[in-house]
């Protein structure tokens, strides 16, 4: 019994190493990377940066002008692609002293939505924002096609400091 559990052990990390191994390799890869496009090594990864960006922004309309009845052509835009997600407009209020309810306009008006479909139409409306700001979100230009050229390719001086 002590055989098998130590034979489990050790293929378990004989996996972790072969994980820190294929990590190494991969960071090393995208140092290798950075530097061939002229970036600092240790730079942080330009898409992570991206990504947080995205969340960030993403974030603040989630919480605020989607909720507070904006009119905002990004936020129309979120609405309009929920609805088509949901299938039926939806609307969220807030009543007095309780927490976000979502209602959607059925055949007698507004009625308020189950508590999965809430929860669910919540989710949709999360990754509907989220991939709205990654379209919306301004790419950087790649370095051969930034108009701006270093200060030594250019044959231009550099402005003197005396």
């Not at 990590?23 to 890869?29: I, K, Q």
């Not at 929920?82 to 927490?99: A, C, D, I, M």
């Not at 809430?118 to 700001?133: E, F, G, M, S």
Request: proline share 7%.
């Amino acid at each position: 019994m002590a055989d098998a559990n130590s034979a489990k052990l050790r293929m378990m990390l004989q996996g972790y190493e072969q994980q820190l191994l294929a990590a190494r390799r991969l960071a090393r890869f995208r140092v290798r990377m950075r530097l061939a496009h002229g970036d600092a090594p240790d730079d942080p990864d330009p898409a992570a940066y991206r990504r947080a960006c995205v969340e960030k922004v993403a974030r603040e309309l989630y919480e605020t002008l989607l909720f507070t009845g904006s009119d905002n052509p990004v936020v129309e835009d979120i609405r309009h692609e929920l609805g088509k997600e949901v299938g039926q407009k939806v609307r969220f209020t807030y009543p007095p002293g309780q927490k976000l309810h979502i209602v959607g306009e059925g055949p007698e008006g507004m009625e308020p939505l189950p508590e999965d479909v809430q929860r669910k139409t919540r989710h949709a409306l999360w990754r509907i924002t989220r991939d709205t700001v990654d379209k919306s979100m301004l790419e950087e230009p790649s370095r051969s096609e930034s108009f701006v050229k270093p200060v030594a390719q250019s044959g231009a001086k550099a402005p003197s400091t005396e």
